[in-house]
C-alpha cells in the first residue's frame, strides 16, 4: 500500500513539472532603428531550455494596442502565467513570443511619410529579431497577433504580407468601415490617431484617402488576391459587448463574401484585459494545430 501511495505521489509530481514551461521573459530590450530614427523597445519570451541548445523555434508576434507598450501583454495580459497553466503547458509546444512597442502608430506609414513604423517593422524588426534569436526564417513557423491596435495590426500585416505568416489571430481588432470613418464626428477624429495617420482637418468622404484605402482591413480583403489570402490560418475573435464589434462583424462578412476560410469566435465579454486574456489561450491553442 506505500508503495502504491509513493508511485501515484511521485506520478503525481512528475505531471506536476511537465506542466511548468518555466520559460524566460526579457524585457527593457531595444534596437537602433534607421528608419525611425529612434531607440525601439521590445520585450520577447524565450521558452525553457532555450539556453541549453541550438534548437529552432516558432515565433508568434504579439502586438500591444493603443496607449499600451511592449509589456503590456506581459504586465496585463498574464501570459506567462497562461503559458504555464496545465491547458498550454501541457501541449510541449515551445515557441518564441516578441512583443514590440509600437507607440500609437496602428503599425502604419503615416500618410506623410512623418512616420513609417510599417516599413520599420518588415525592413528592419523582423530581420533583427530572426537574426539574433533562433527562429525559423519561414512563413510556416511564424503568427501574428494583438489586441484592438494590435488586432488590426495583426490583420494589415497578414494581408499585406501573407509570405510571412501563417496564422493571423486579431483580437477585438479596432477596424473601422468606410461609413464609420466618414460618419465619426470632428472631435473624435482630430483627438485619435486617425488625424495623423490620415490628415489633419478631414471631414466627411475627405478622410477616405489614398493612406485609408491602403490600410482599410475591409477594402484589402475585397481586393485581396484570393490564393493570398487563403495562405493565412484566420482566428478572429471579438466580445459581444465590445464596442468595435461592428468592425469585426463586417470582416467576417468580408471574408466570408470571397470565401476565405476563417474562424470566428464572438463571445461574453467587452473591450478589456479579462477577455483578452482567455481569448490568448485559445489563440495559442489554434497556433499549436497550425503551426506545429
Known sequence: MKKLCFSLLLAFCIILFSYAQQGTVIKNLSLKSNILNKEM???????ANYDKGDKKYPVLYLLHGYGDNENAWIDKGKIVDALNSQRLASLNFPIIIVMPDAMKTYYMNFHDGSVKYEDYFFKEFIPYIENNYR??????????????????GSFLYAIKYPGYFKVAAPLSSAIRTDEELVSMKDSIYHRSA??????????????????????SIINLIERGQIDSLKSVKWYID???????????????LALKKREIPHELRIKDGAHNWAYWQAAFIDVYQFIYQNLK
Open 41 to 47: 523597445k521590445y520585450a520577447v519570451y524565450l521558452p
Open 135 to 152: 527562429i525559423e526564417k519561414n512563413k510556416n513557423s511564424r503568427a501574428i497577433s494583438g489586441l484592438s491596435m494590435g488586432g488590426f
Open 194 to 215: 486617425y488625424a495623423h495617420l490620415l490628415g489633419k482637418n478631414l471631414r466627411g468622404k475627405k478622410r477616405l484617402n489614398k493612406t485609408w484605402y491602403e490600410n
Open 238 to 252: 471579438c466580445g459581444d459587448d465590445d464596442y468595435l464589434i461592428n468592425g469585426n462583424i463586417m470582416t467576417h
